[in-house]
């Protein structure tokens, strides 16, 4: 043991030099070191050679190109209070674009005075006065055409029939 003690200690501060020039990171470093003092402790009776600055250091090296691999196959530790909101999971969207799908066919199906109106008014923020001098109609049949469109919308989008539609339906499986 206290052969261990006289060759390793002198060779801790050059051990620590090495570990943060690999790791970059001090404390991770000094983490780095511990564990190969621990180990070289454990093993000490299993050196094969007289050159215990150069079994050290190759126990050093692997441990860190060890520590290395698996920070690359994990990815960096992050707090989650760290986490920009961005990069945090998102809730699904597929029933949205489905959704939205789904609004844009029903639009597609209201009658042209309809489908005008309701786009000028609803997607182009016009106002009322704005589309019936865009569509050169009045305003009360600009106010008329929207009511009836937004009525046909809806009946569209609520109507059994939508759901019937082909490639909507689930196909049993025996």
Not at 4 to 12: D, G, N, R, S, T
Not at 72 to 98: F, K, N, S, W, Y
Request: charged fraction near 30%; proline fraction near 4%; hydrophobic fraction near 45%.
């Amino acid at each position: 043991m206290d052969d261990l003690l006289v060759q390793v200690e002198p060779m801790i501060p050059a051990l620590r030099r090495y570990a943060r020039g690999l790791v970059h990171d001090a404390v991770a470093a000094d983490d780095l070191v511990q564990d190969c003092l621990e180990r070289v402790i454990s093993h000490w009776h299993r050196r094969r050679n007289d050159d215990a600055r150069t079994w050290v250091f190759a126990i050093l090296h692997n441990l860190a190109v060890n520590r290395l691999r698996q920070a690359a196959r994990r990815g960096q530790h992050v707090a989650i209070e760290e986490i920009a909101d961005d990069l945090m999971a998102h809730p699904p969207t597929q029933e949205d674009d489905l959704a939205r799908a789904d609004v844009v066919s029903a639009i597609q199906q209201l009658s042209e005075e309809q489908h005008s109106v309701l786009l000028l008014v609803a997607v182009e923020d016009l106002s009322y006065a704005q589309v019936a001098e865009v569509l050169a109609i009045p305003v009360g049949t600009v106010m008329s055409r929207l009511s009836r469109a937004r009525e046909r919308l809806r009946q569209i989008l609520e109507s059994p029939a939508r759901d019937a539609r082909p490639g909507s339906h689930l196909r049993r499986v025996k």
